[in-house]
T-cell receptor, first 112, second 107 residues
Framework: ETGVTQTPRHLVMGMTNKKSLKCEQH?????MYWYKQSAKKPLELMFV???????ENNSVPSRFSPECPNSSHLFLHLHTLQPEDSALYLC???????????FGPGTRLTVL | GIQVEQSPPDLILQEGANSTLRCNFSDSVNNLQWFHQNPWGQLINLFYIPSGTKQNGRLSATTVATERYSLLYISSSQTTDSGVYFCAVESGSRLTFGEGTQLTVNP
């Protein structure tokens, strides 16, 4: 597998469920990112990790909980989400923060 | 924060036509990227172009950093060029995206 992969590609969950999104990069990069893309809106940065350390949290509600166990893997744990959290969640990586970013295919999340 | 404006918001072309997409940004940036988002949501890297001009096949891009804008040129458009084109600027290690240009190329 090459590039940036994300699983699952589609997810439907209720407001009381707990689920996790997974991202894996095979590019040897040090930085990883989570973005949210809601309908008719530009991509919004959520979190930045550099060498497994969170360097940015863009005022994201605590019902979204990121985890970065190593430089190749990034998770987004979801709990008690709201219908307005339905969106496309995109993961990206770059060699270092500020370098060219490469994106995964995204997880399309629907919260019922 | 930095503002990114893309124009036009929507563009409809006949196959074979040429087009120019514009990206204006409100402050100095370290880098700029152009992406094509396909109908399935995948963001495909087109150019990483903090300044100057680059070409890749039928696509080319020019960034004039001192005047805070970038242009994406698409020549001899094809139906597969349809999708949303995003400009994103990097400042302080974060990418800020514009709202995109929705391009439709009709056969």
């Amino acid at each position: 597998e090459t590039g940036v992969t994300q699983t699952p590609r589609h997810l439907v969950m209720g407001m009381t469920n707990k689920k996790s999104l997974k991202c894996e990069q095979h590019l040897g990069h040090n930085a990883m990112y989570w973005y949210k893309q809601s309908a008719k809106k530009p991509l919004e940065l959520m979190f930045v990790y550099n060498f497994k350390e969170q360097t940015e949290n863009n005022s994201v509600p605590s019902r979204f909980s990121p985890e970065c166990p190593n430089s190749s893997h990034l998770f987004l744990h979801l709990h008690t989400l709201q219908p307005e959290d339905s969106a496309l969640y995109l993961c990206a990586s770059s060699q270092d923060p500020g370098n060219e970013q490469f994106f995964g295919p995204g997880t399309r999340l629907t919260v019922l | 924060g930095i503002q990114v404006e893309q124009s036009p918001p929507d563009l409809i072309l006949q196959e074979g036509a040429n087009s120019t997409l514009r990206c204006n940004f409100s402050d100095s940036v370290n880098n700029l990227q152009w992406f094509h988002q396909n109908p399935w949501g995948q963001l495909i890297n087109l150019f990483y172009i903090p300044s100057g001009t680059k070409q890749n096949g039928r696509l080319s891009a020019t960034t004039v950093a001192t005047e805070r804008y970038s242009l994406l040129y698409i020549s001899s458009s094809q139906t597969t060029d349809s999708g949303v084109y995003f400009c994103a600027v990097e400042s302080g290690s974060r990418l800020t995206f514009g709202e995109g240009t929705q391009l439709t190329v009709n056969p």
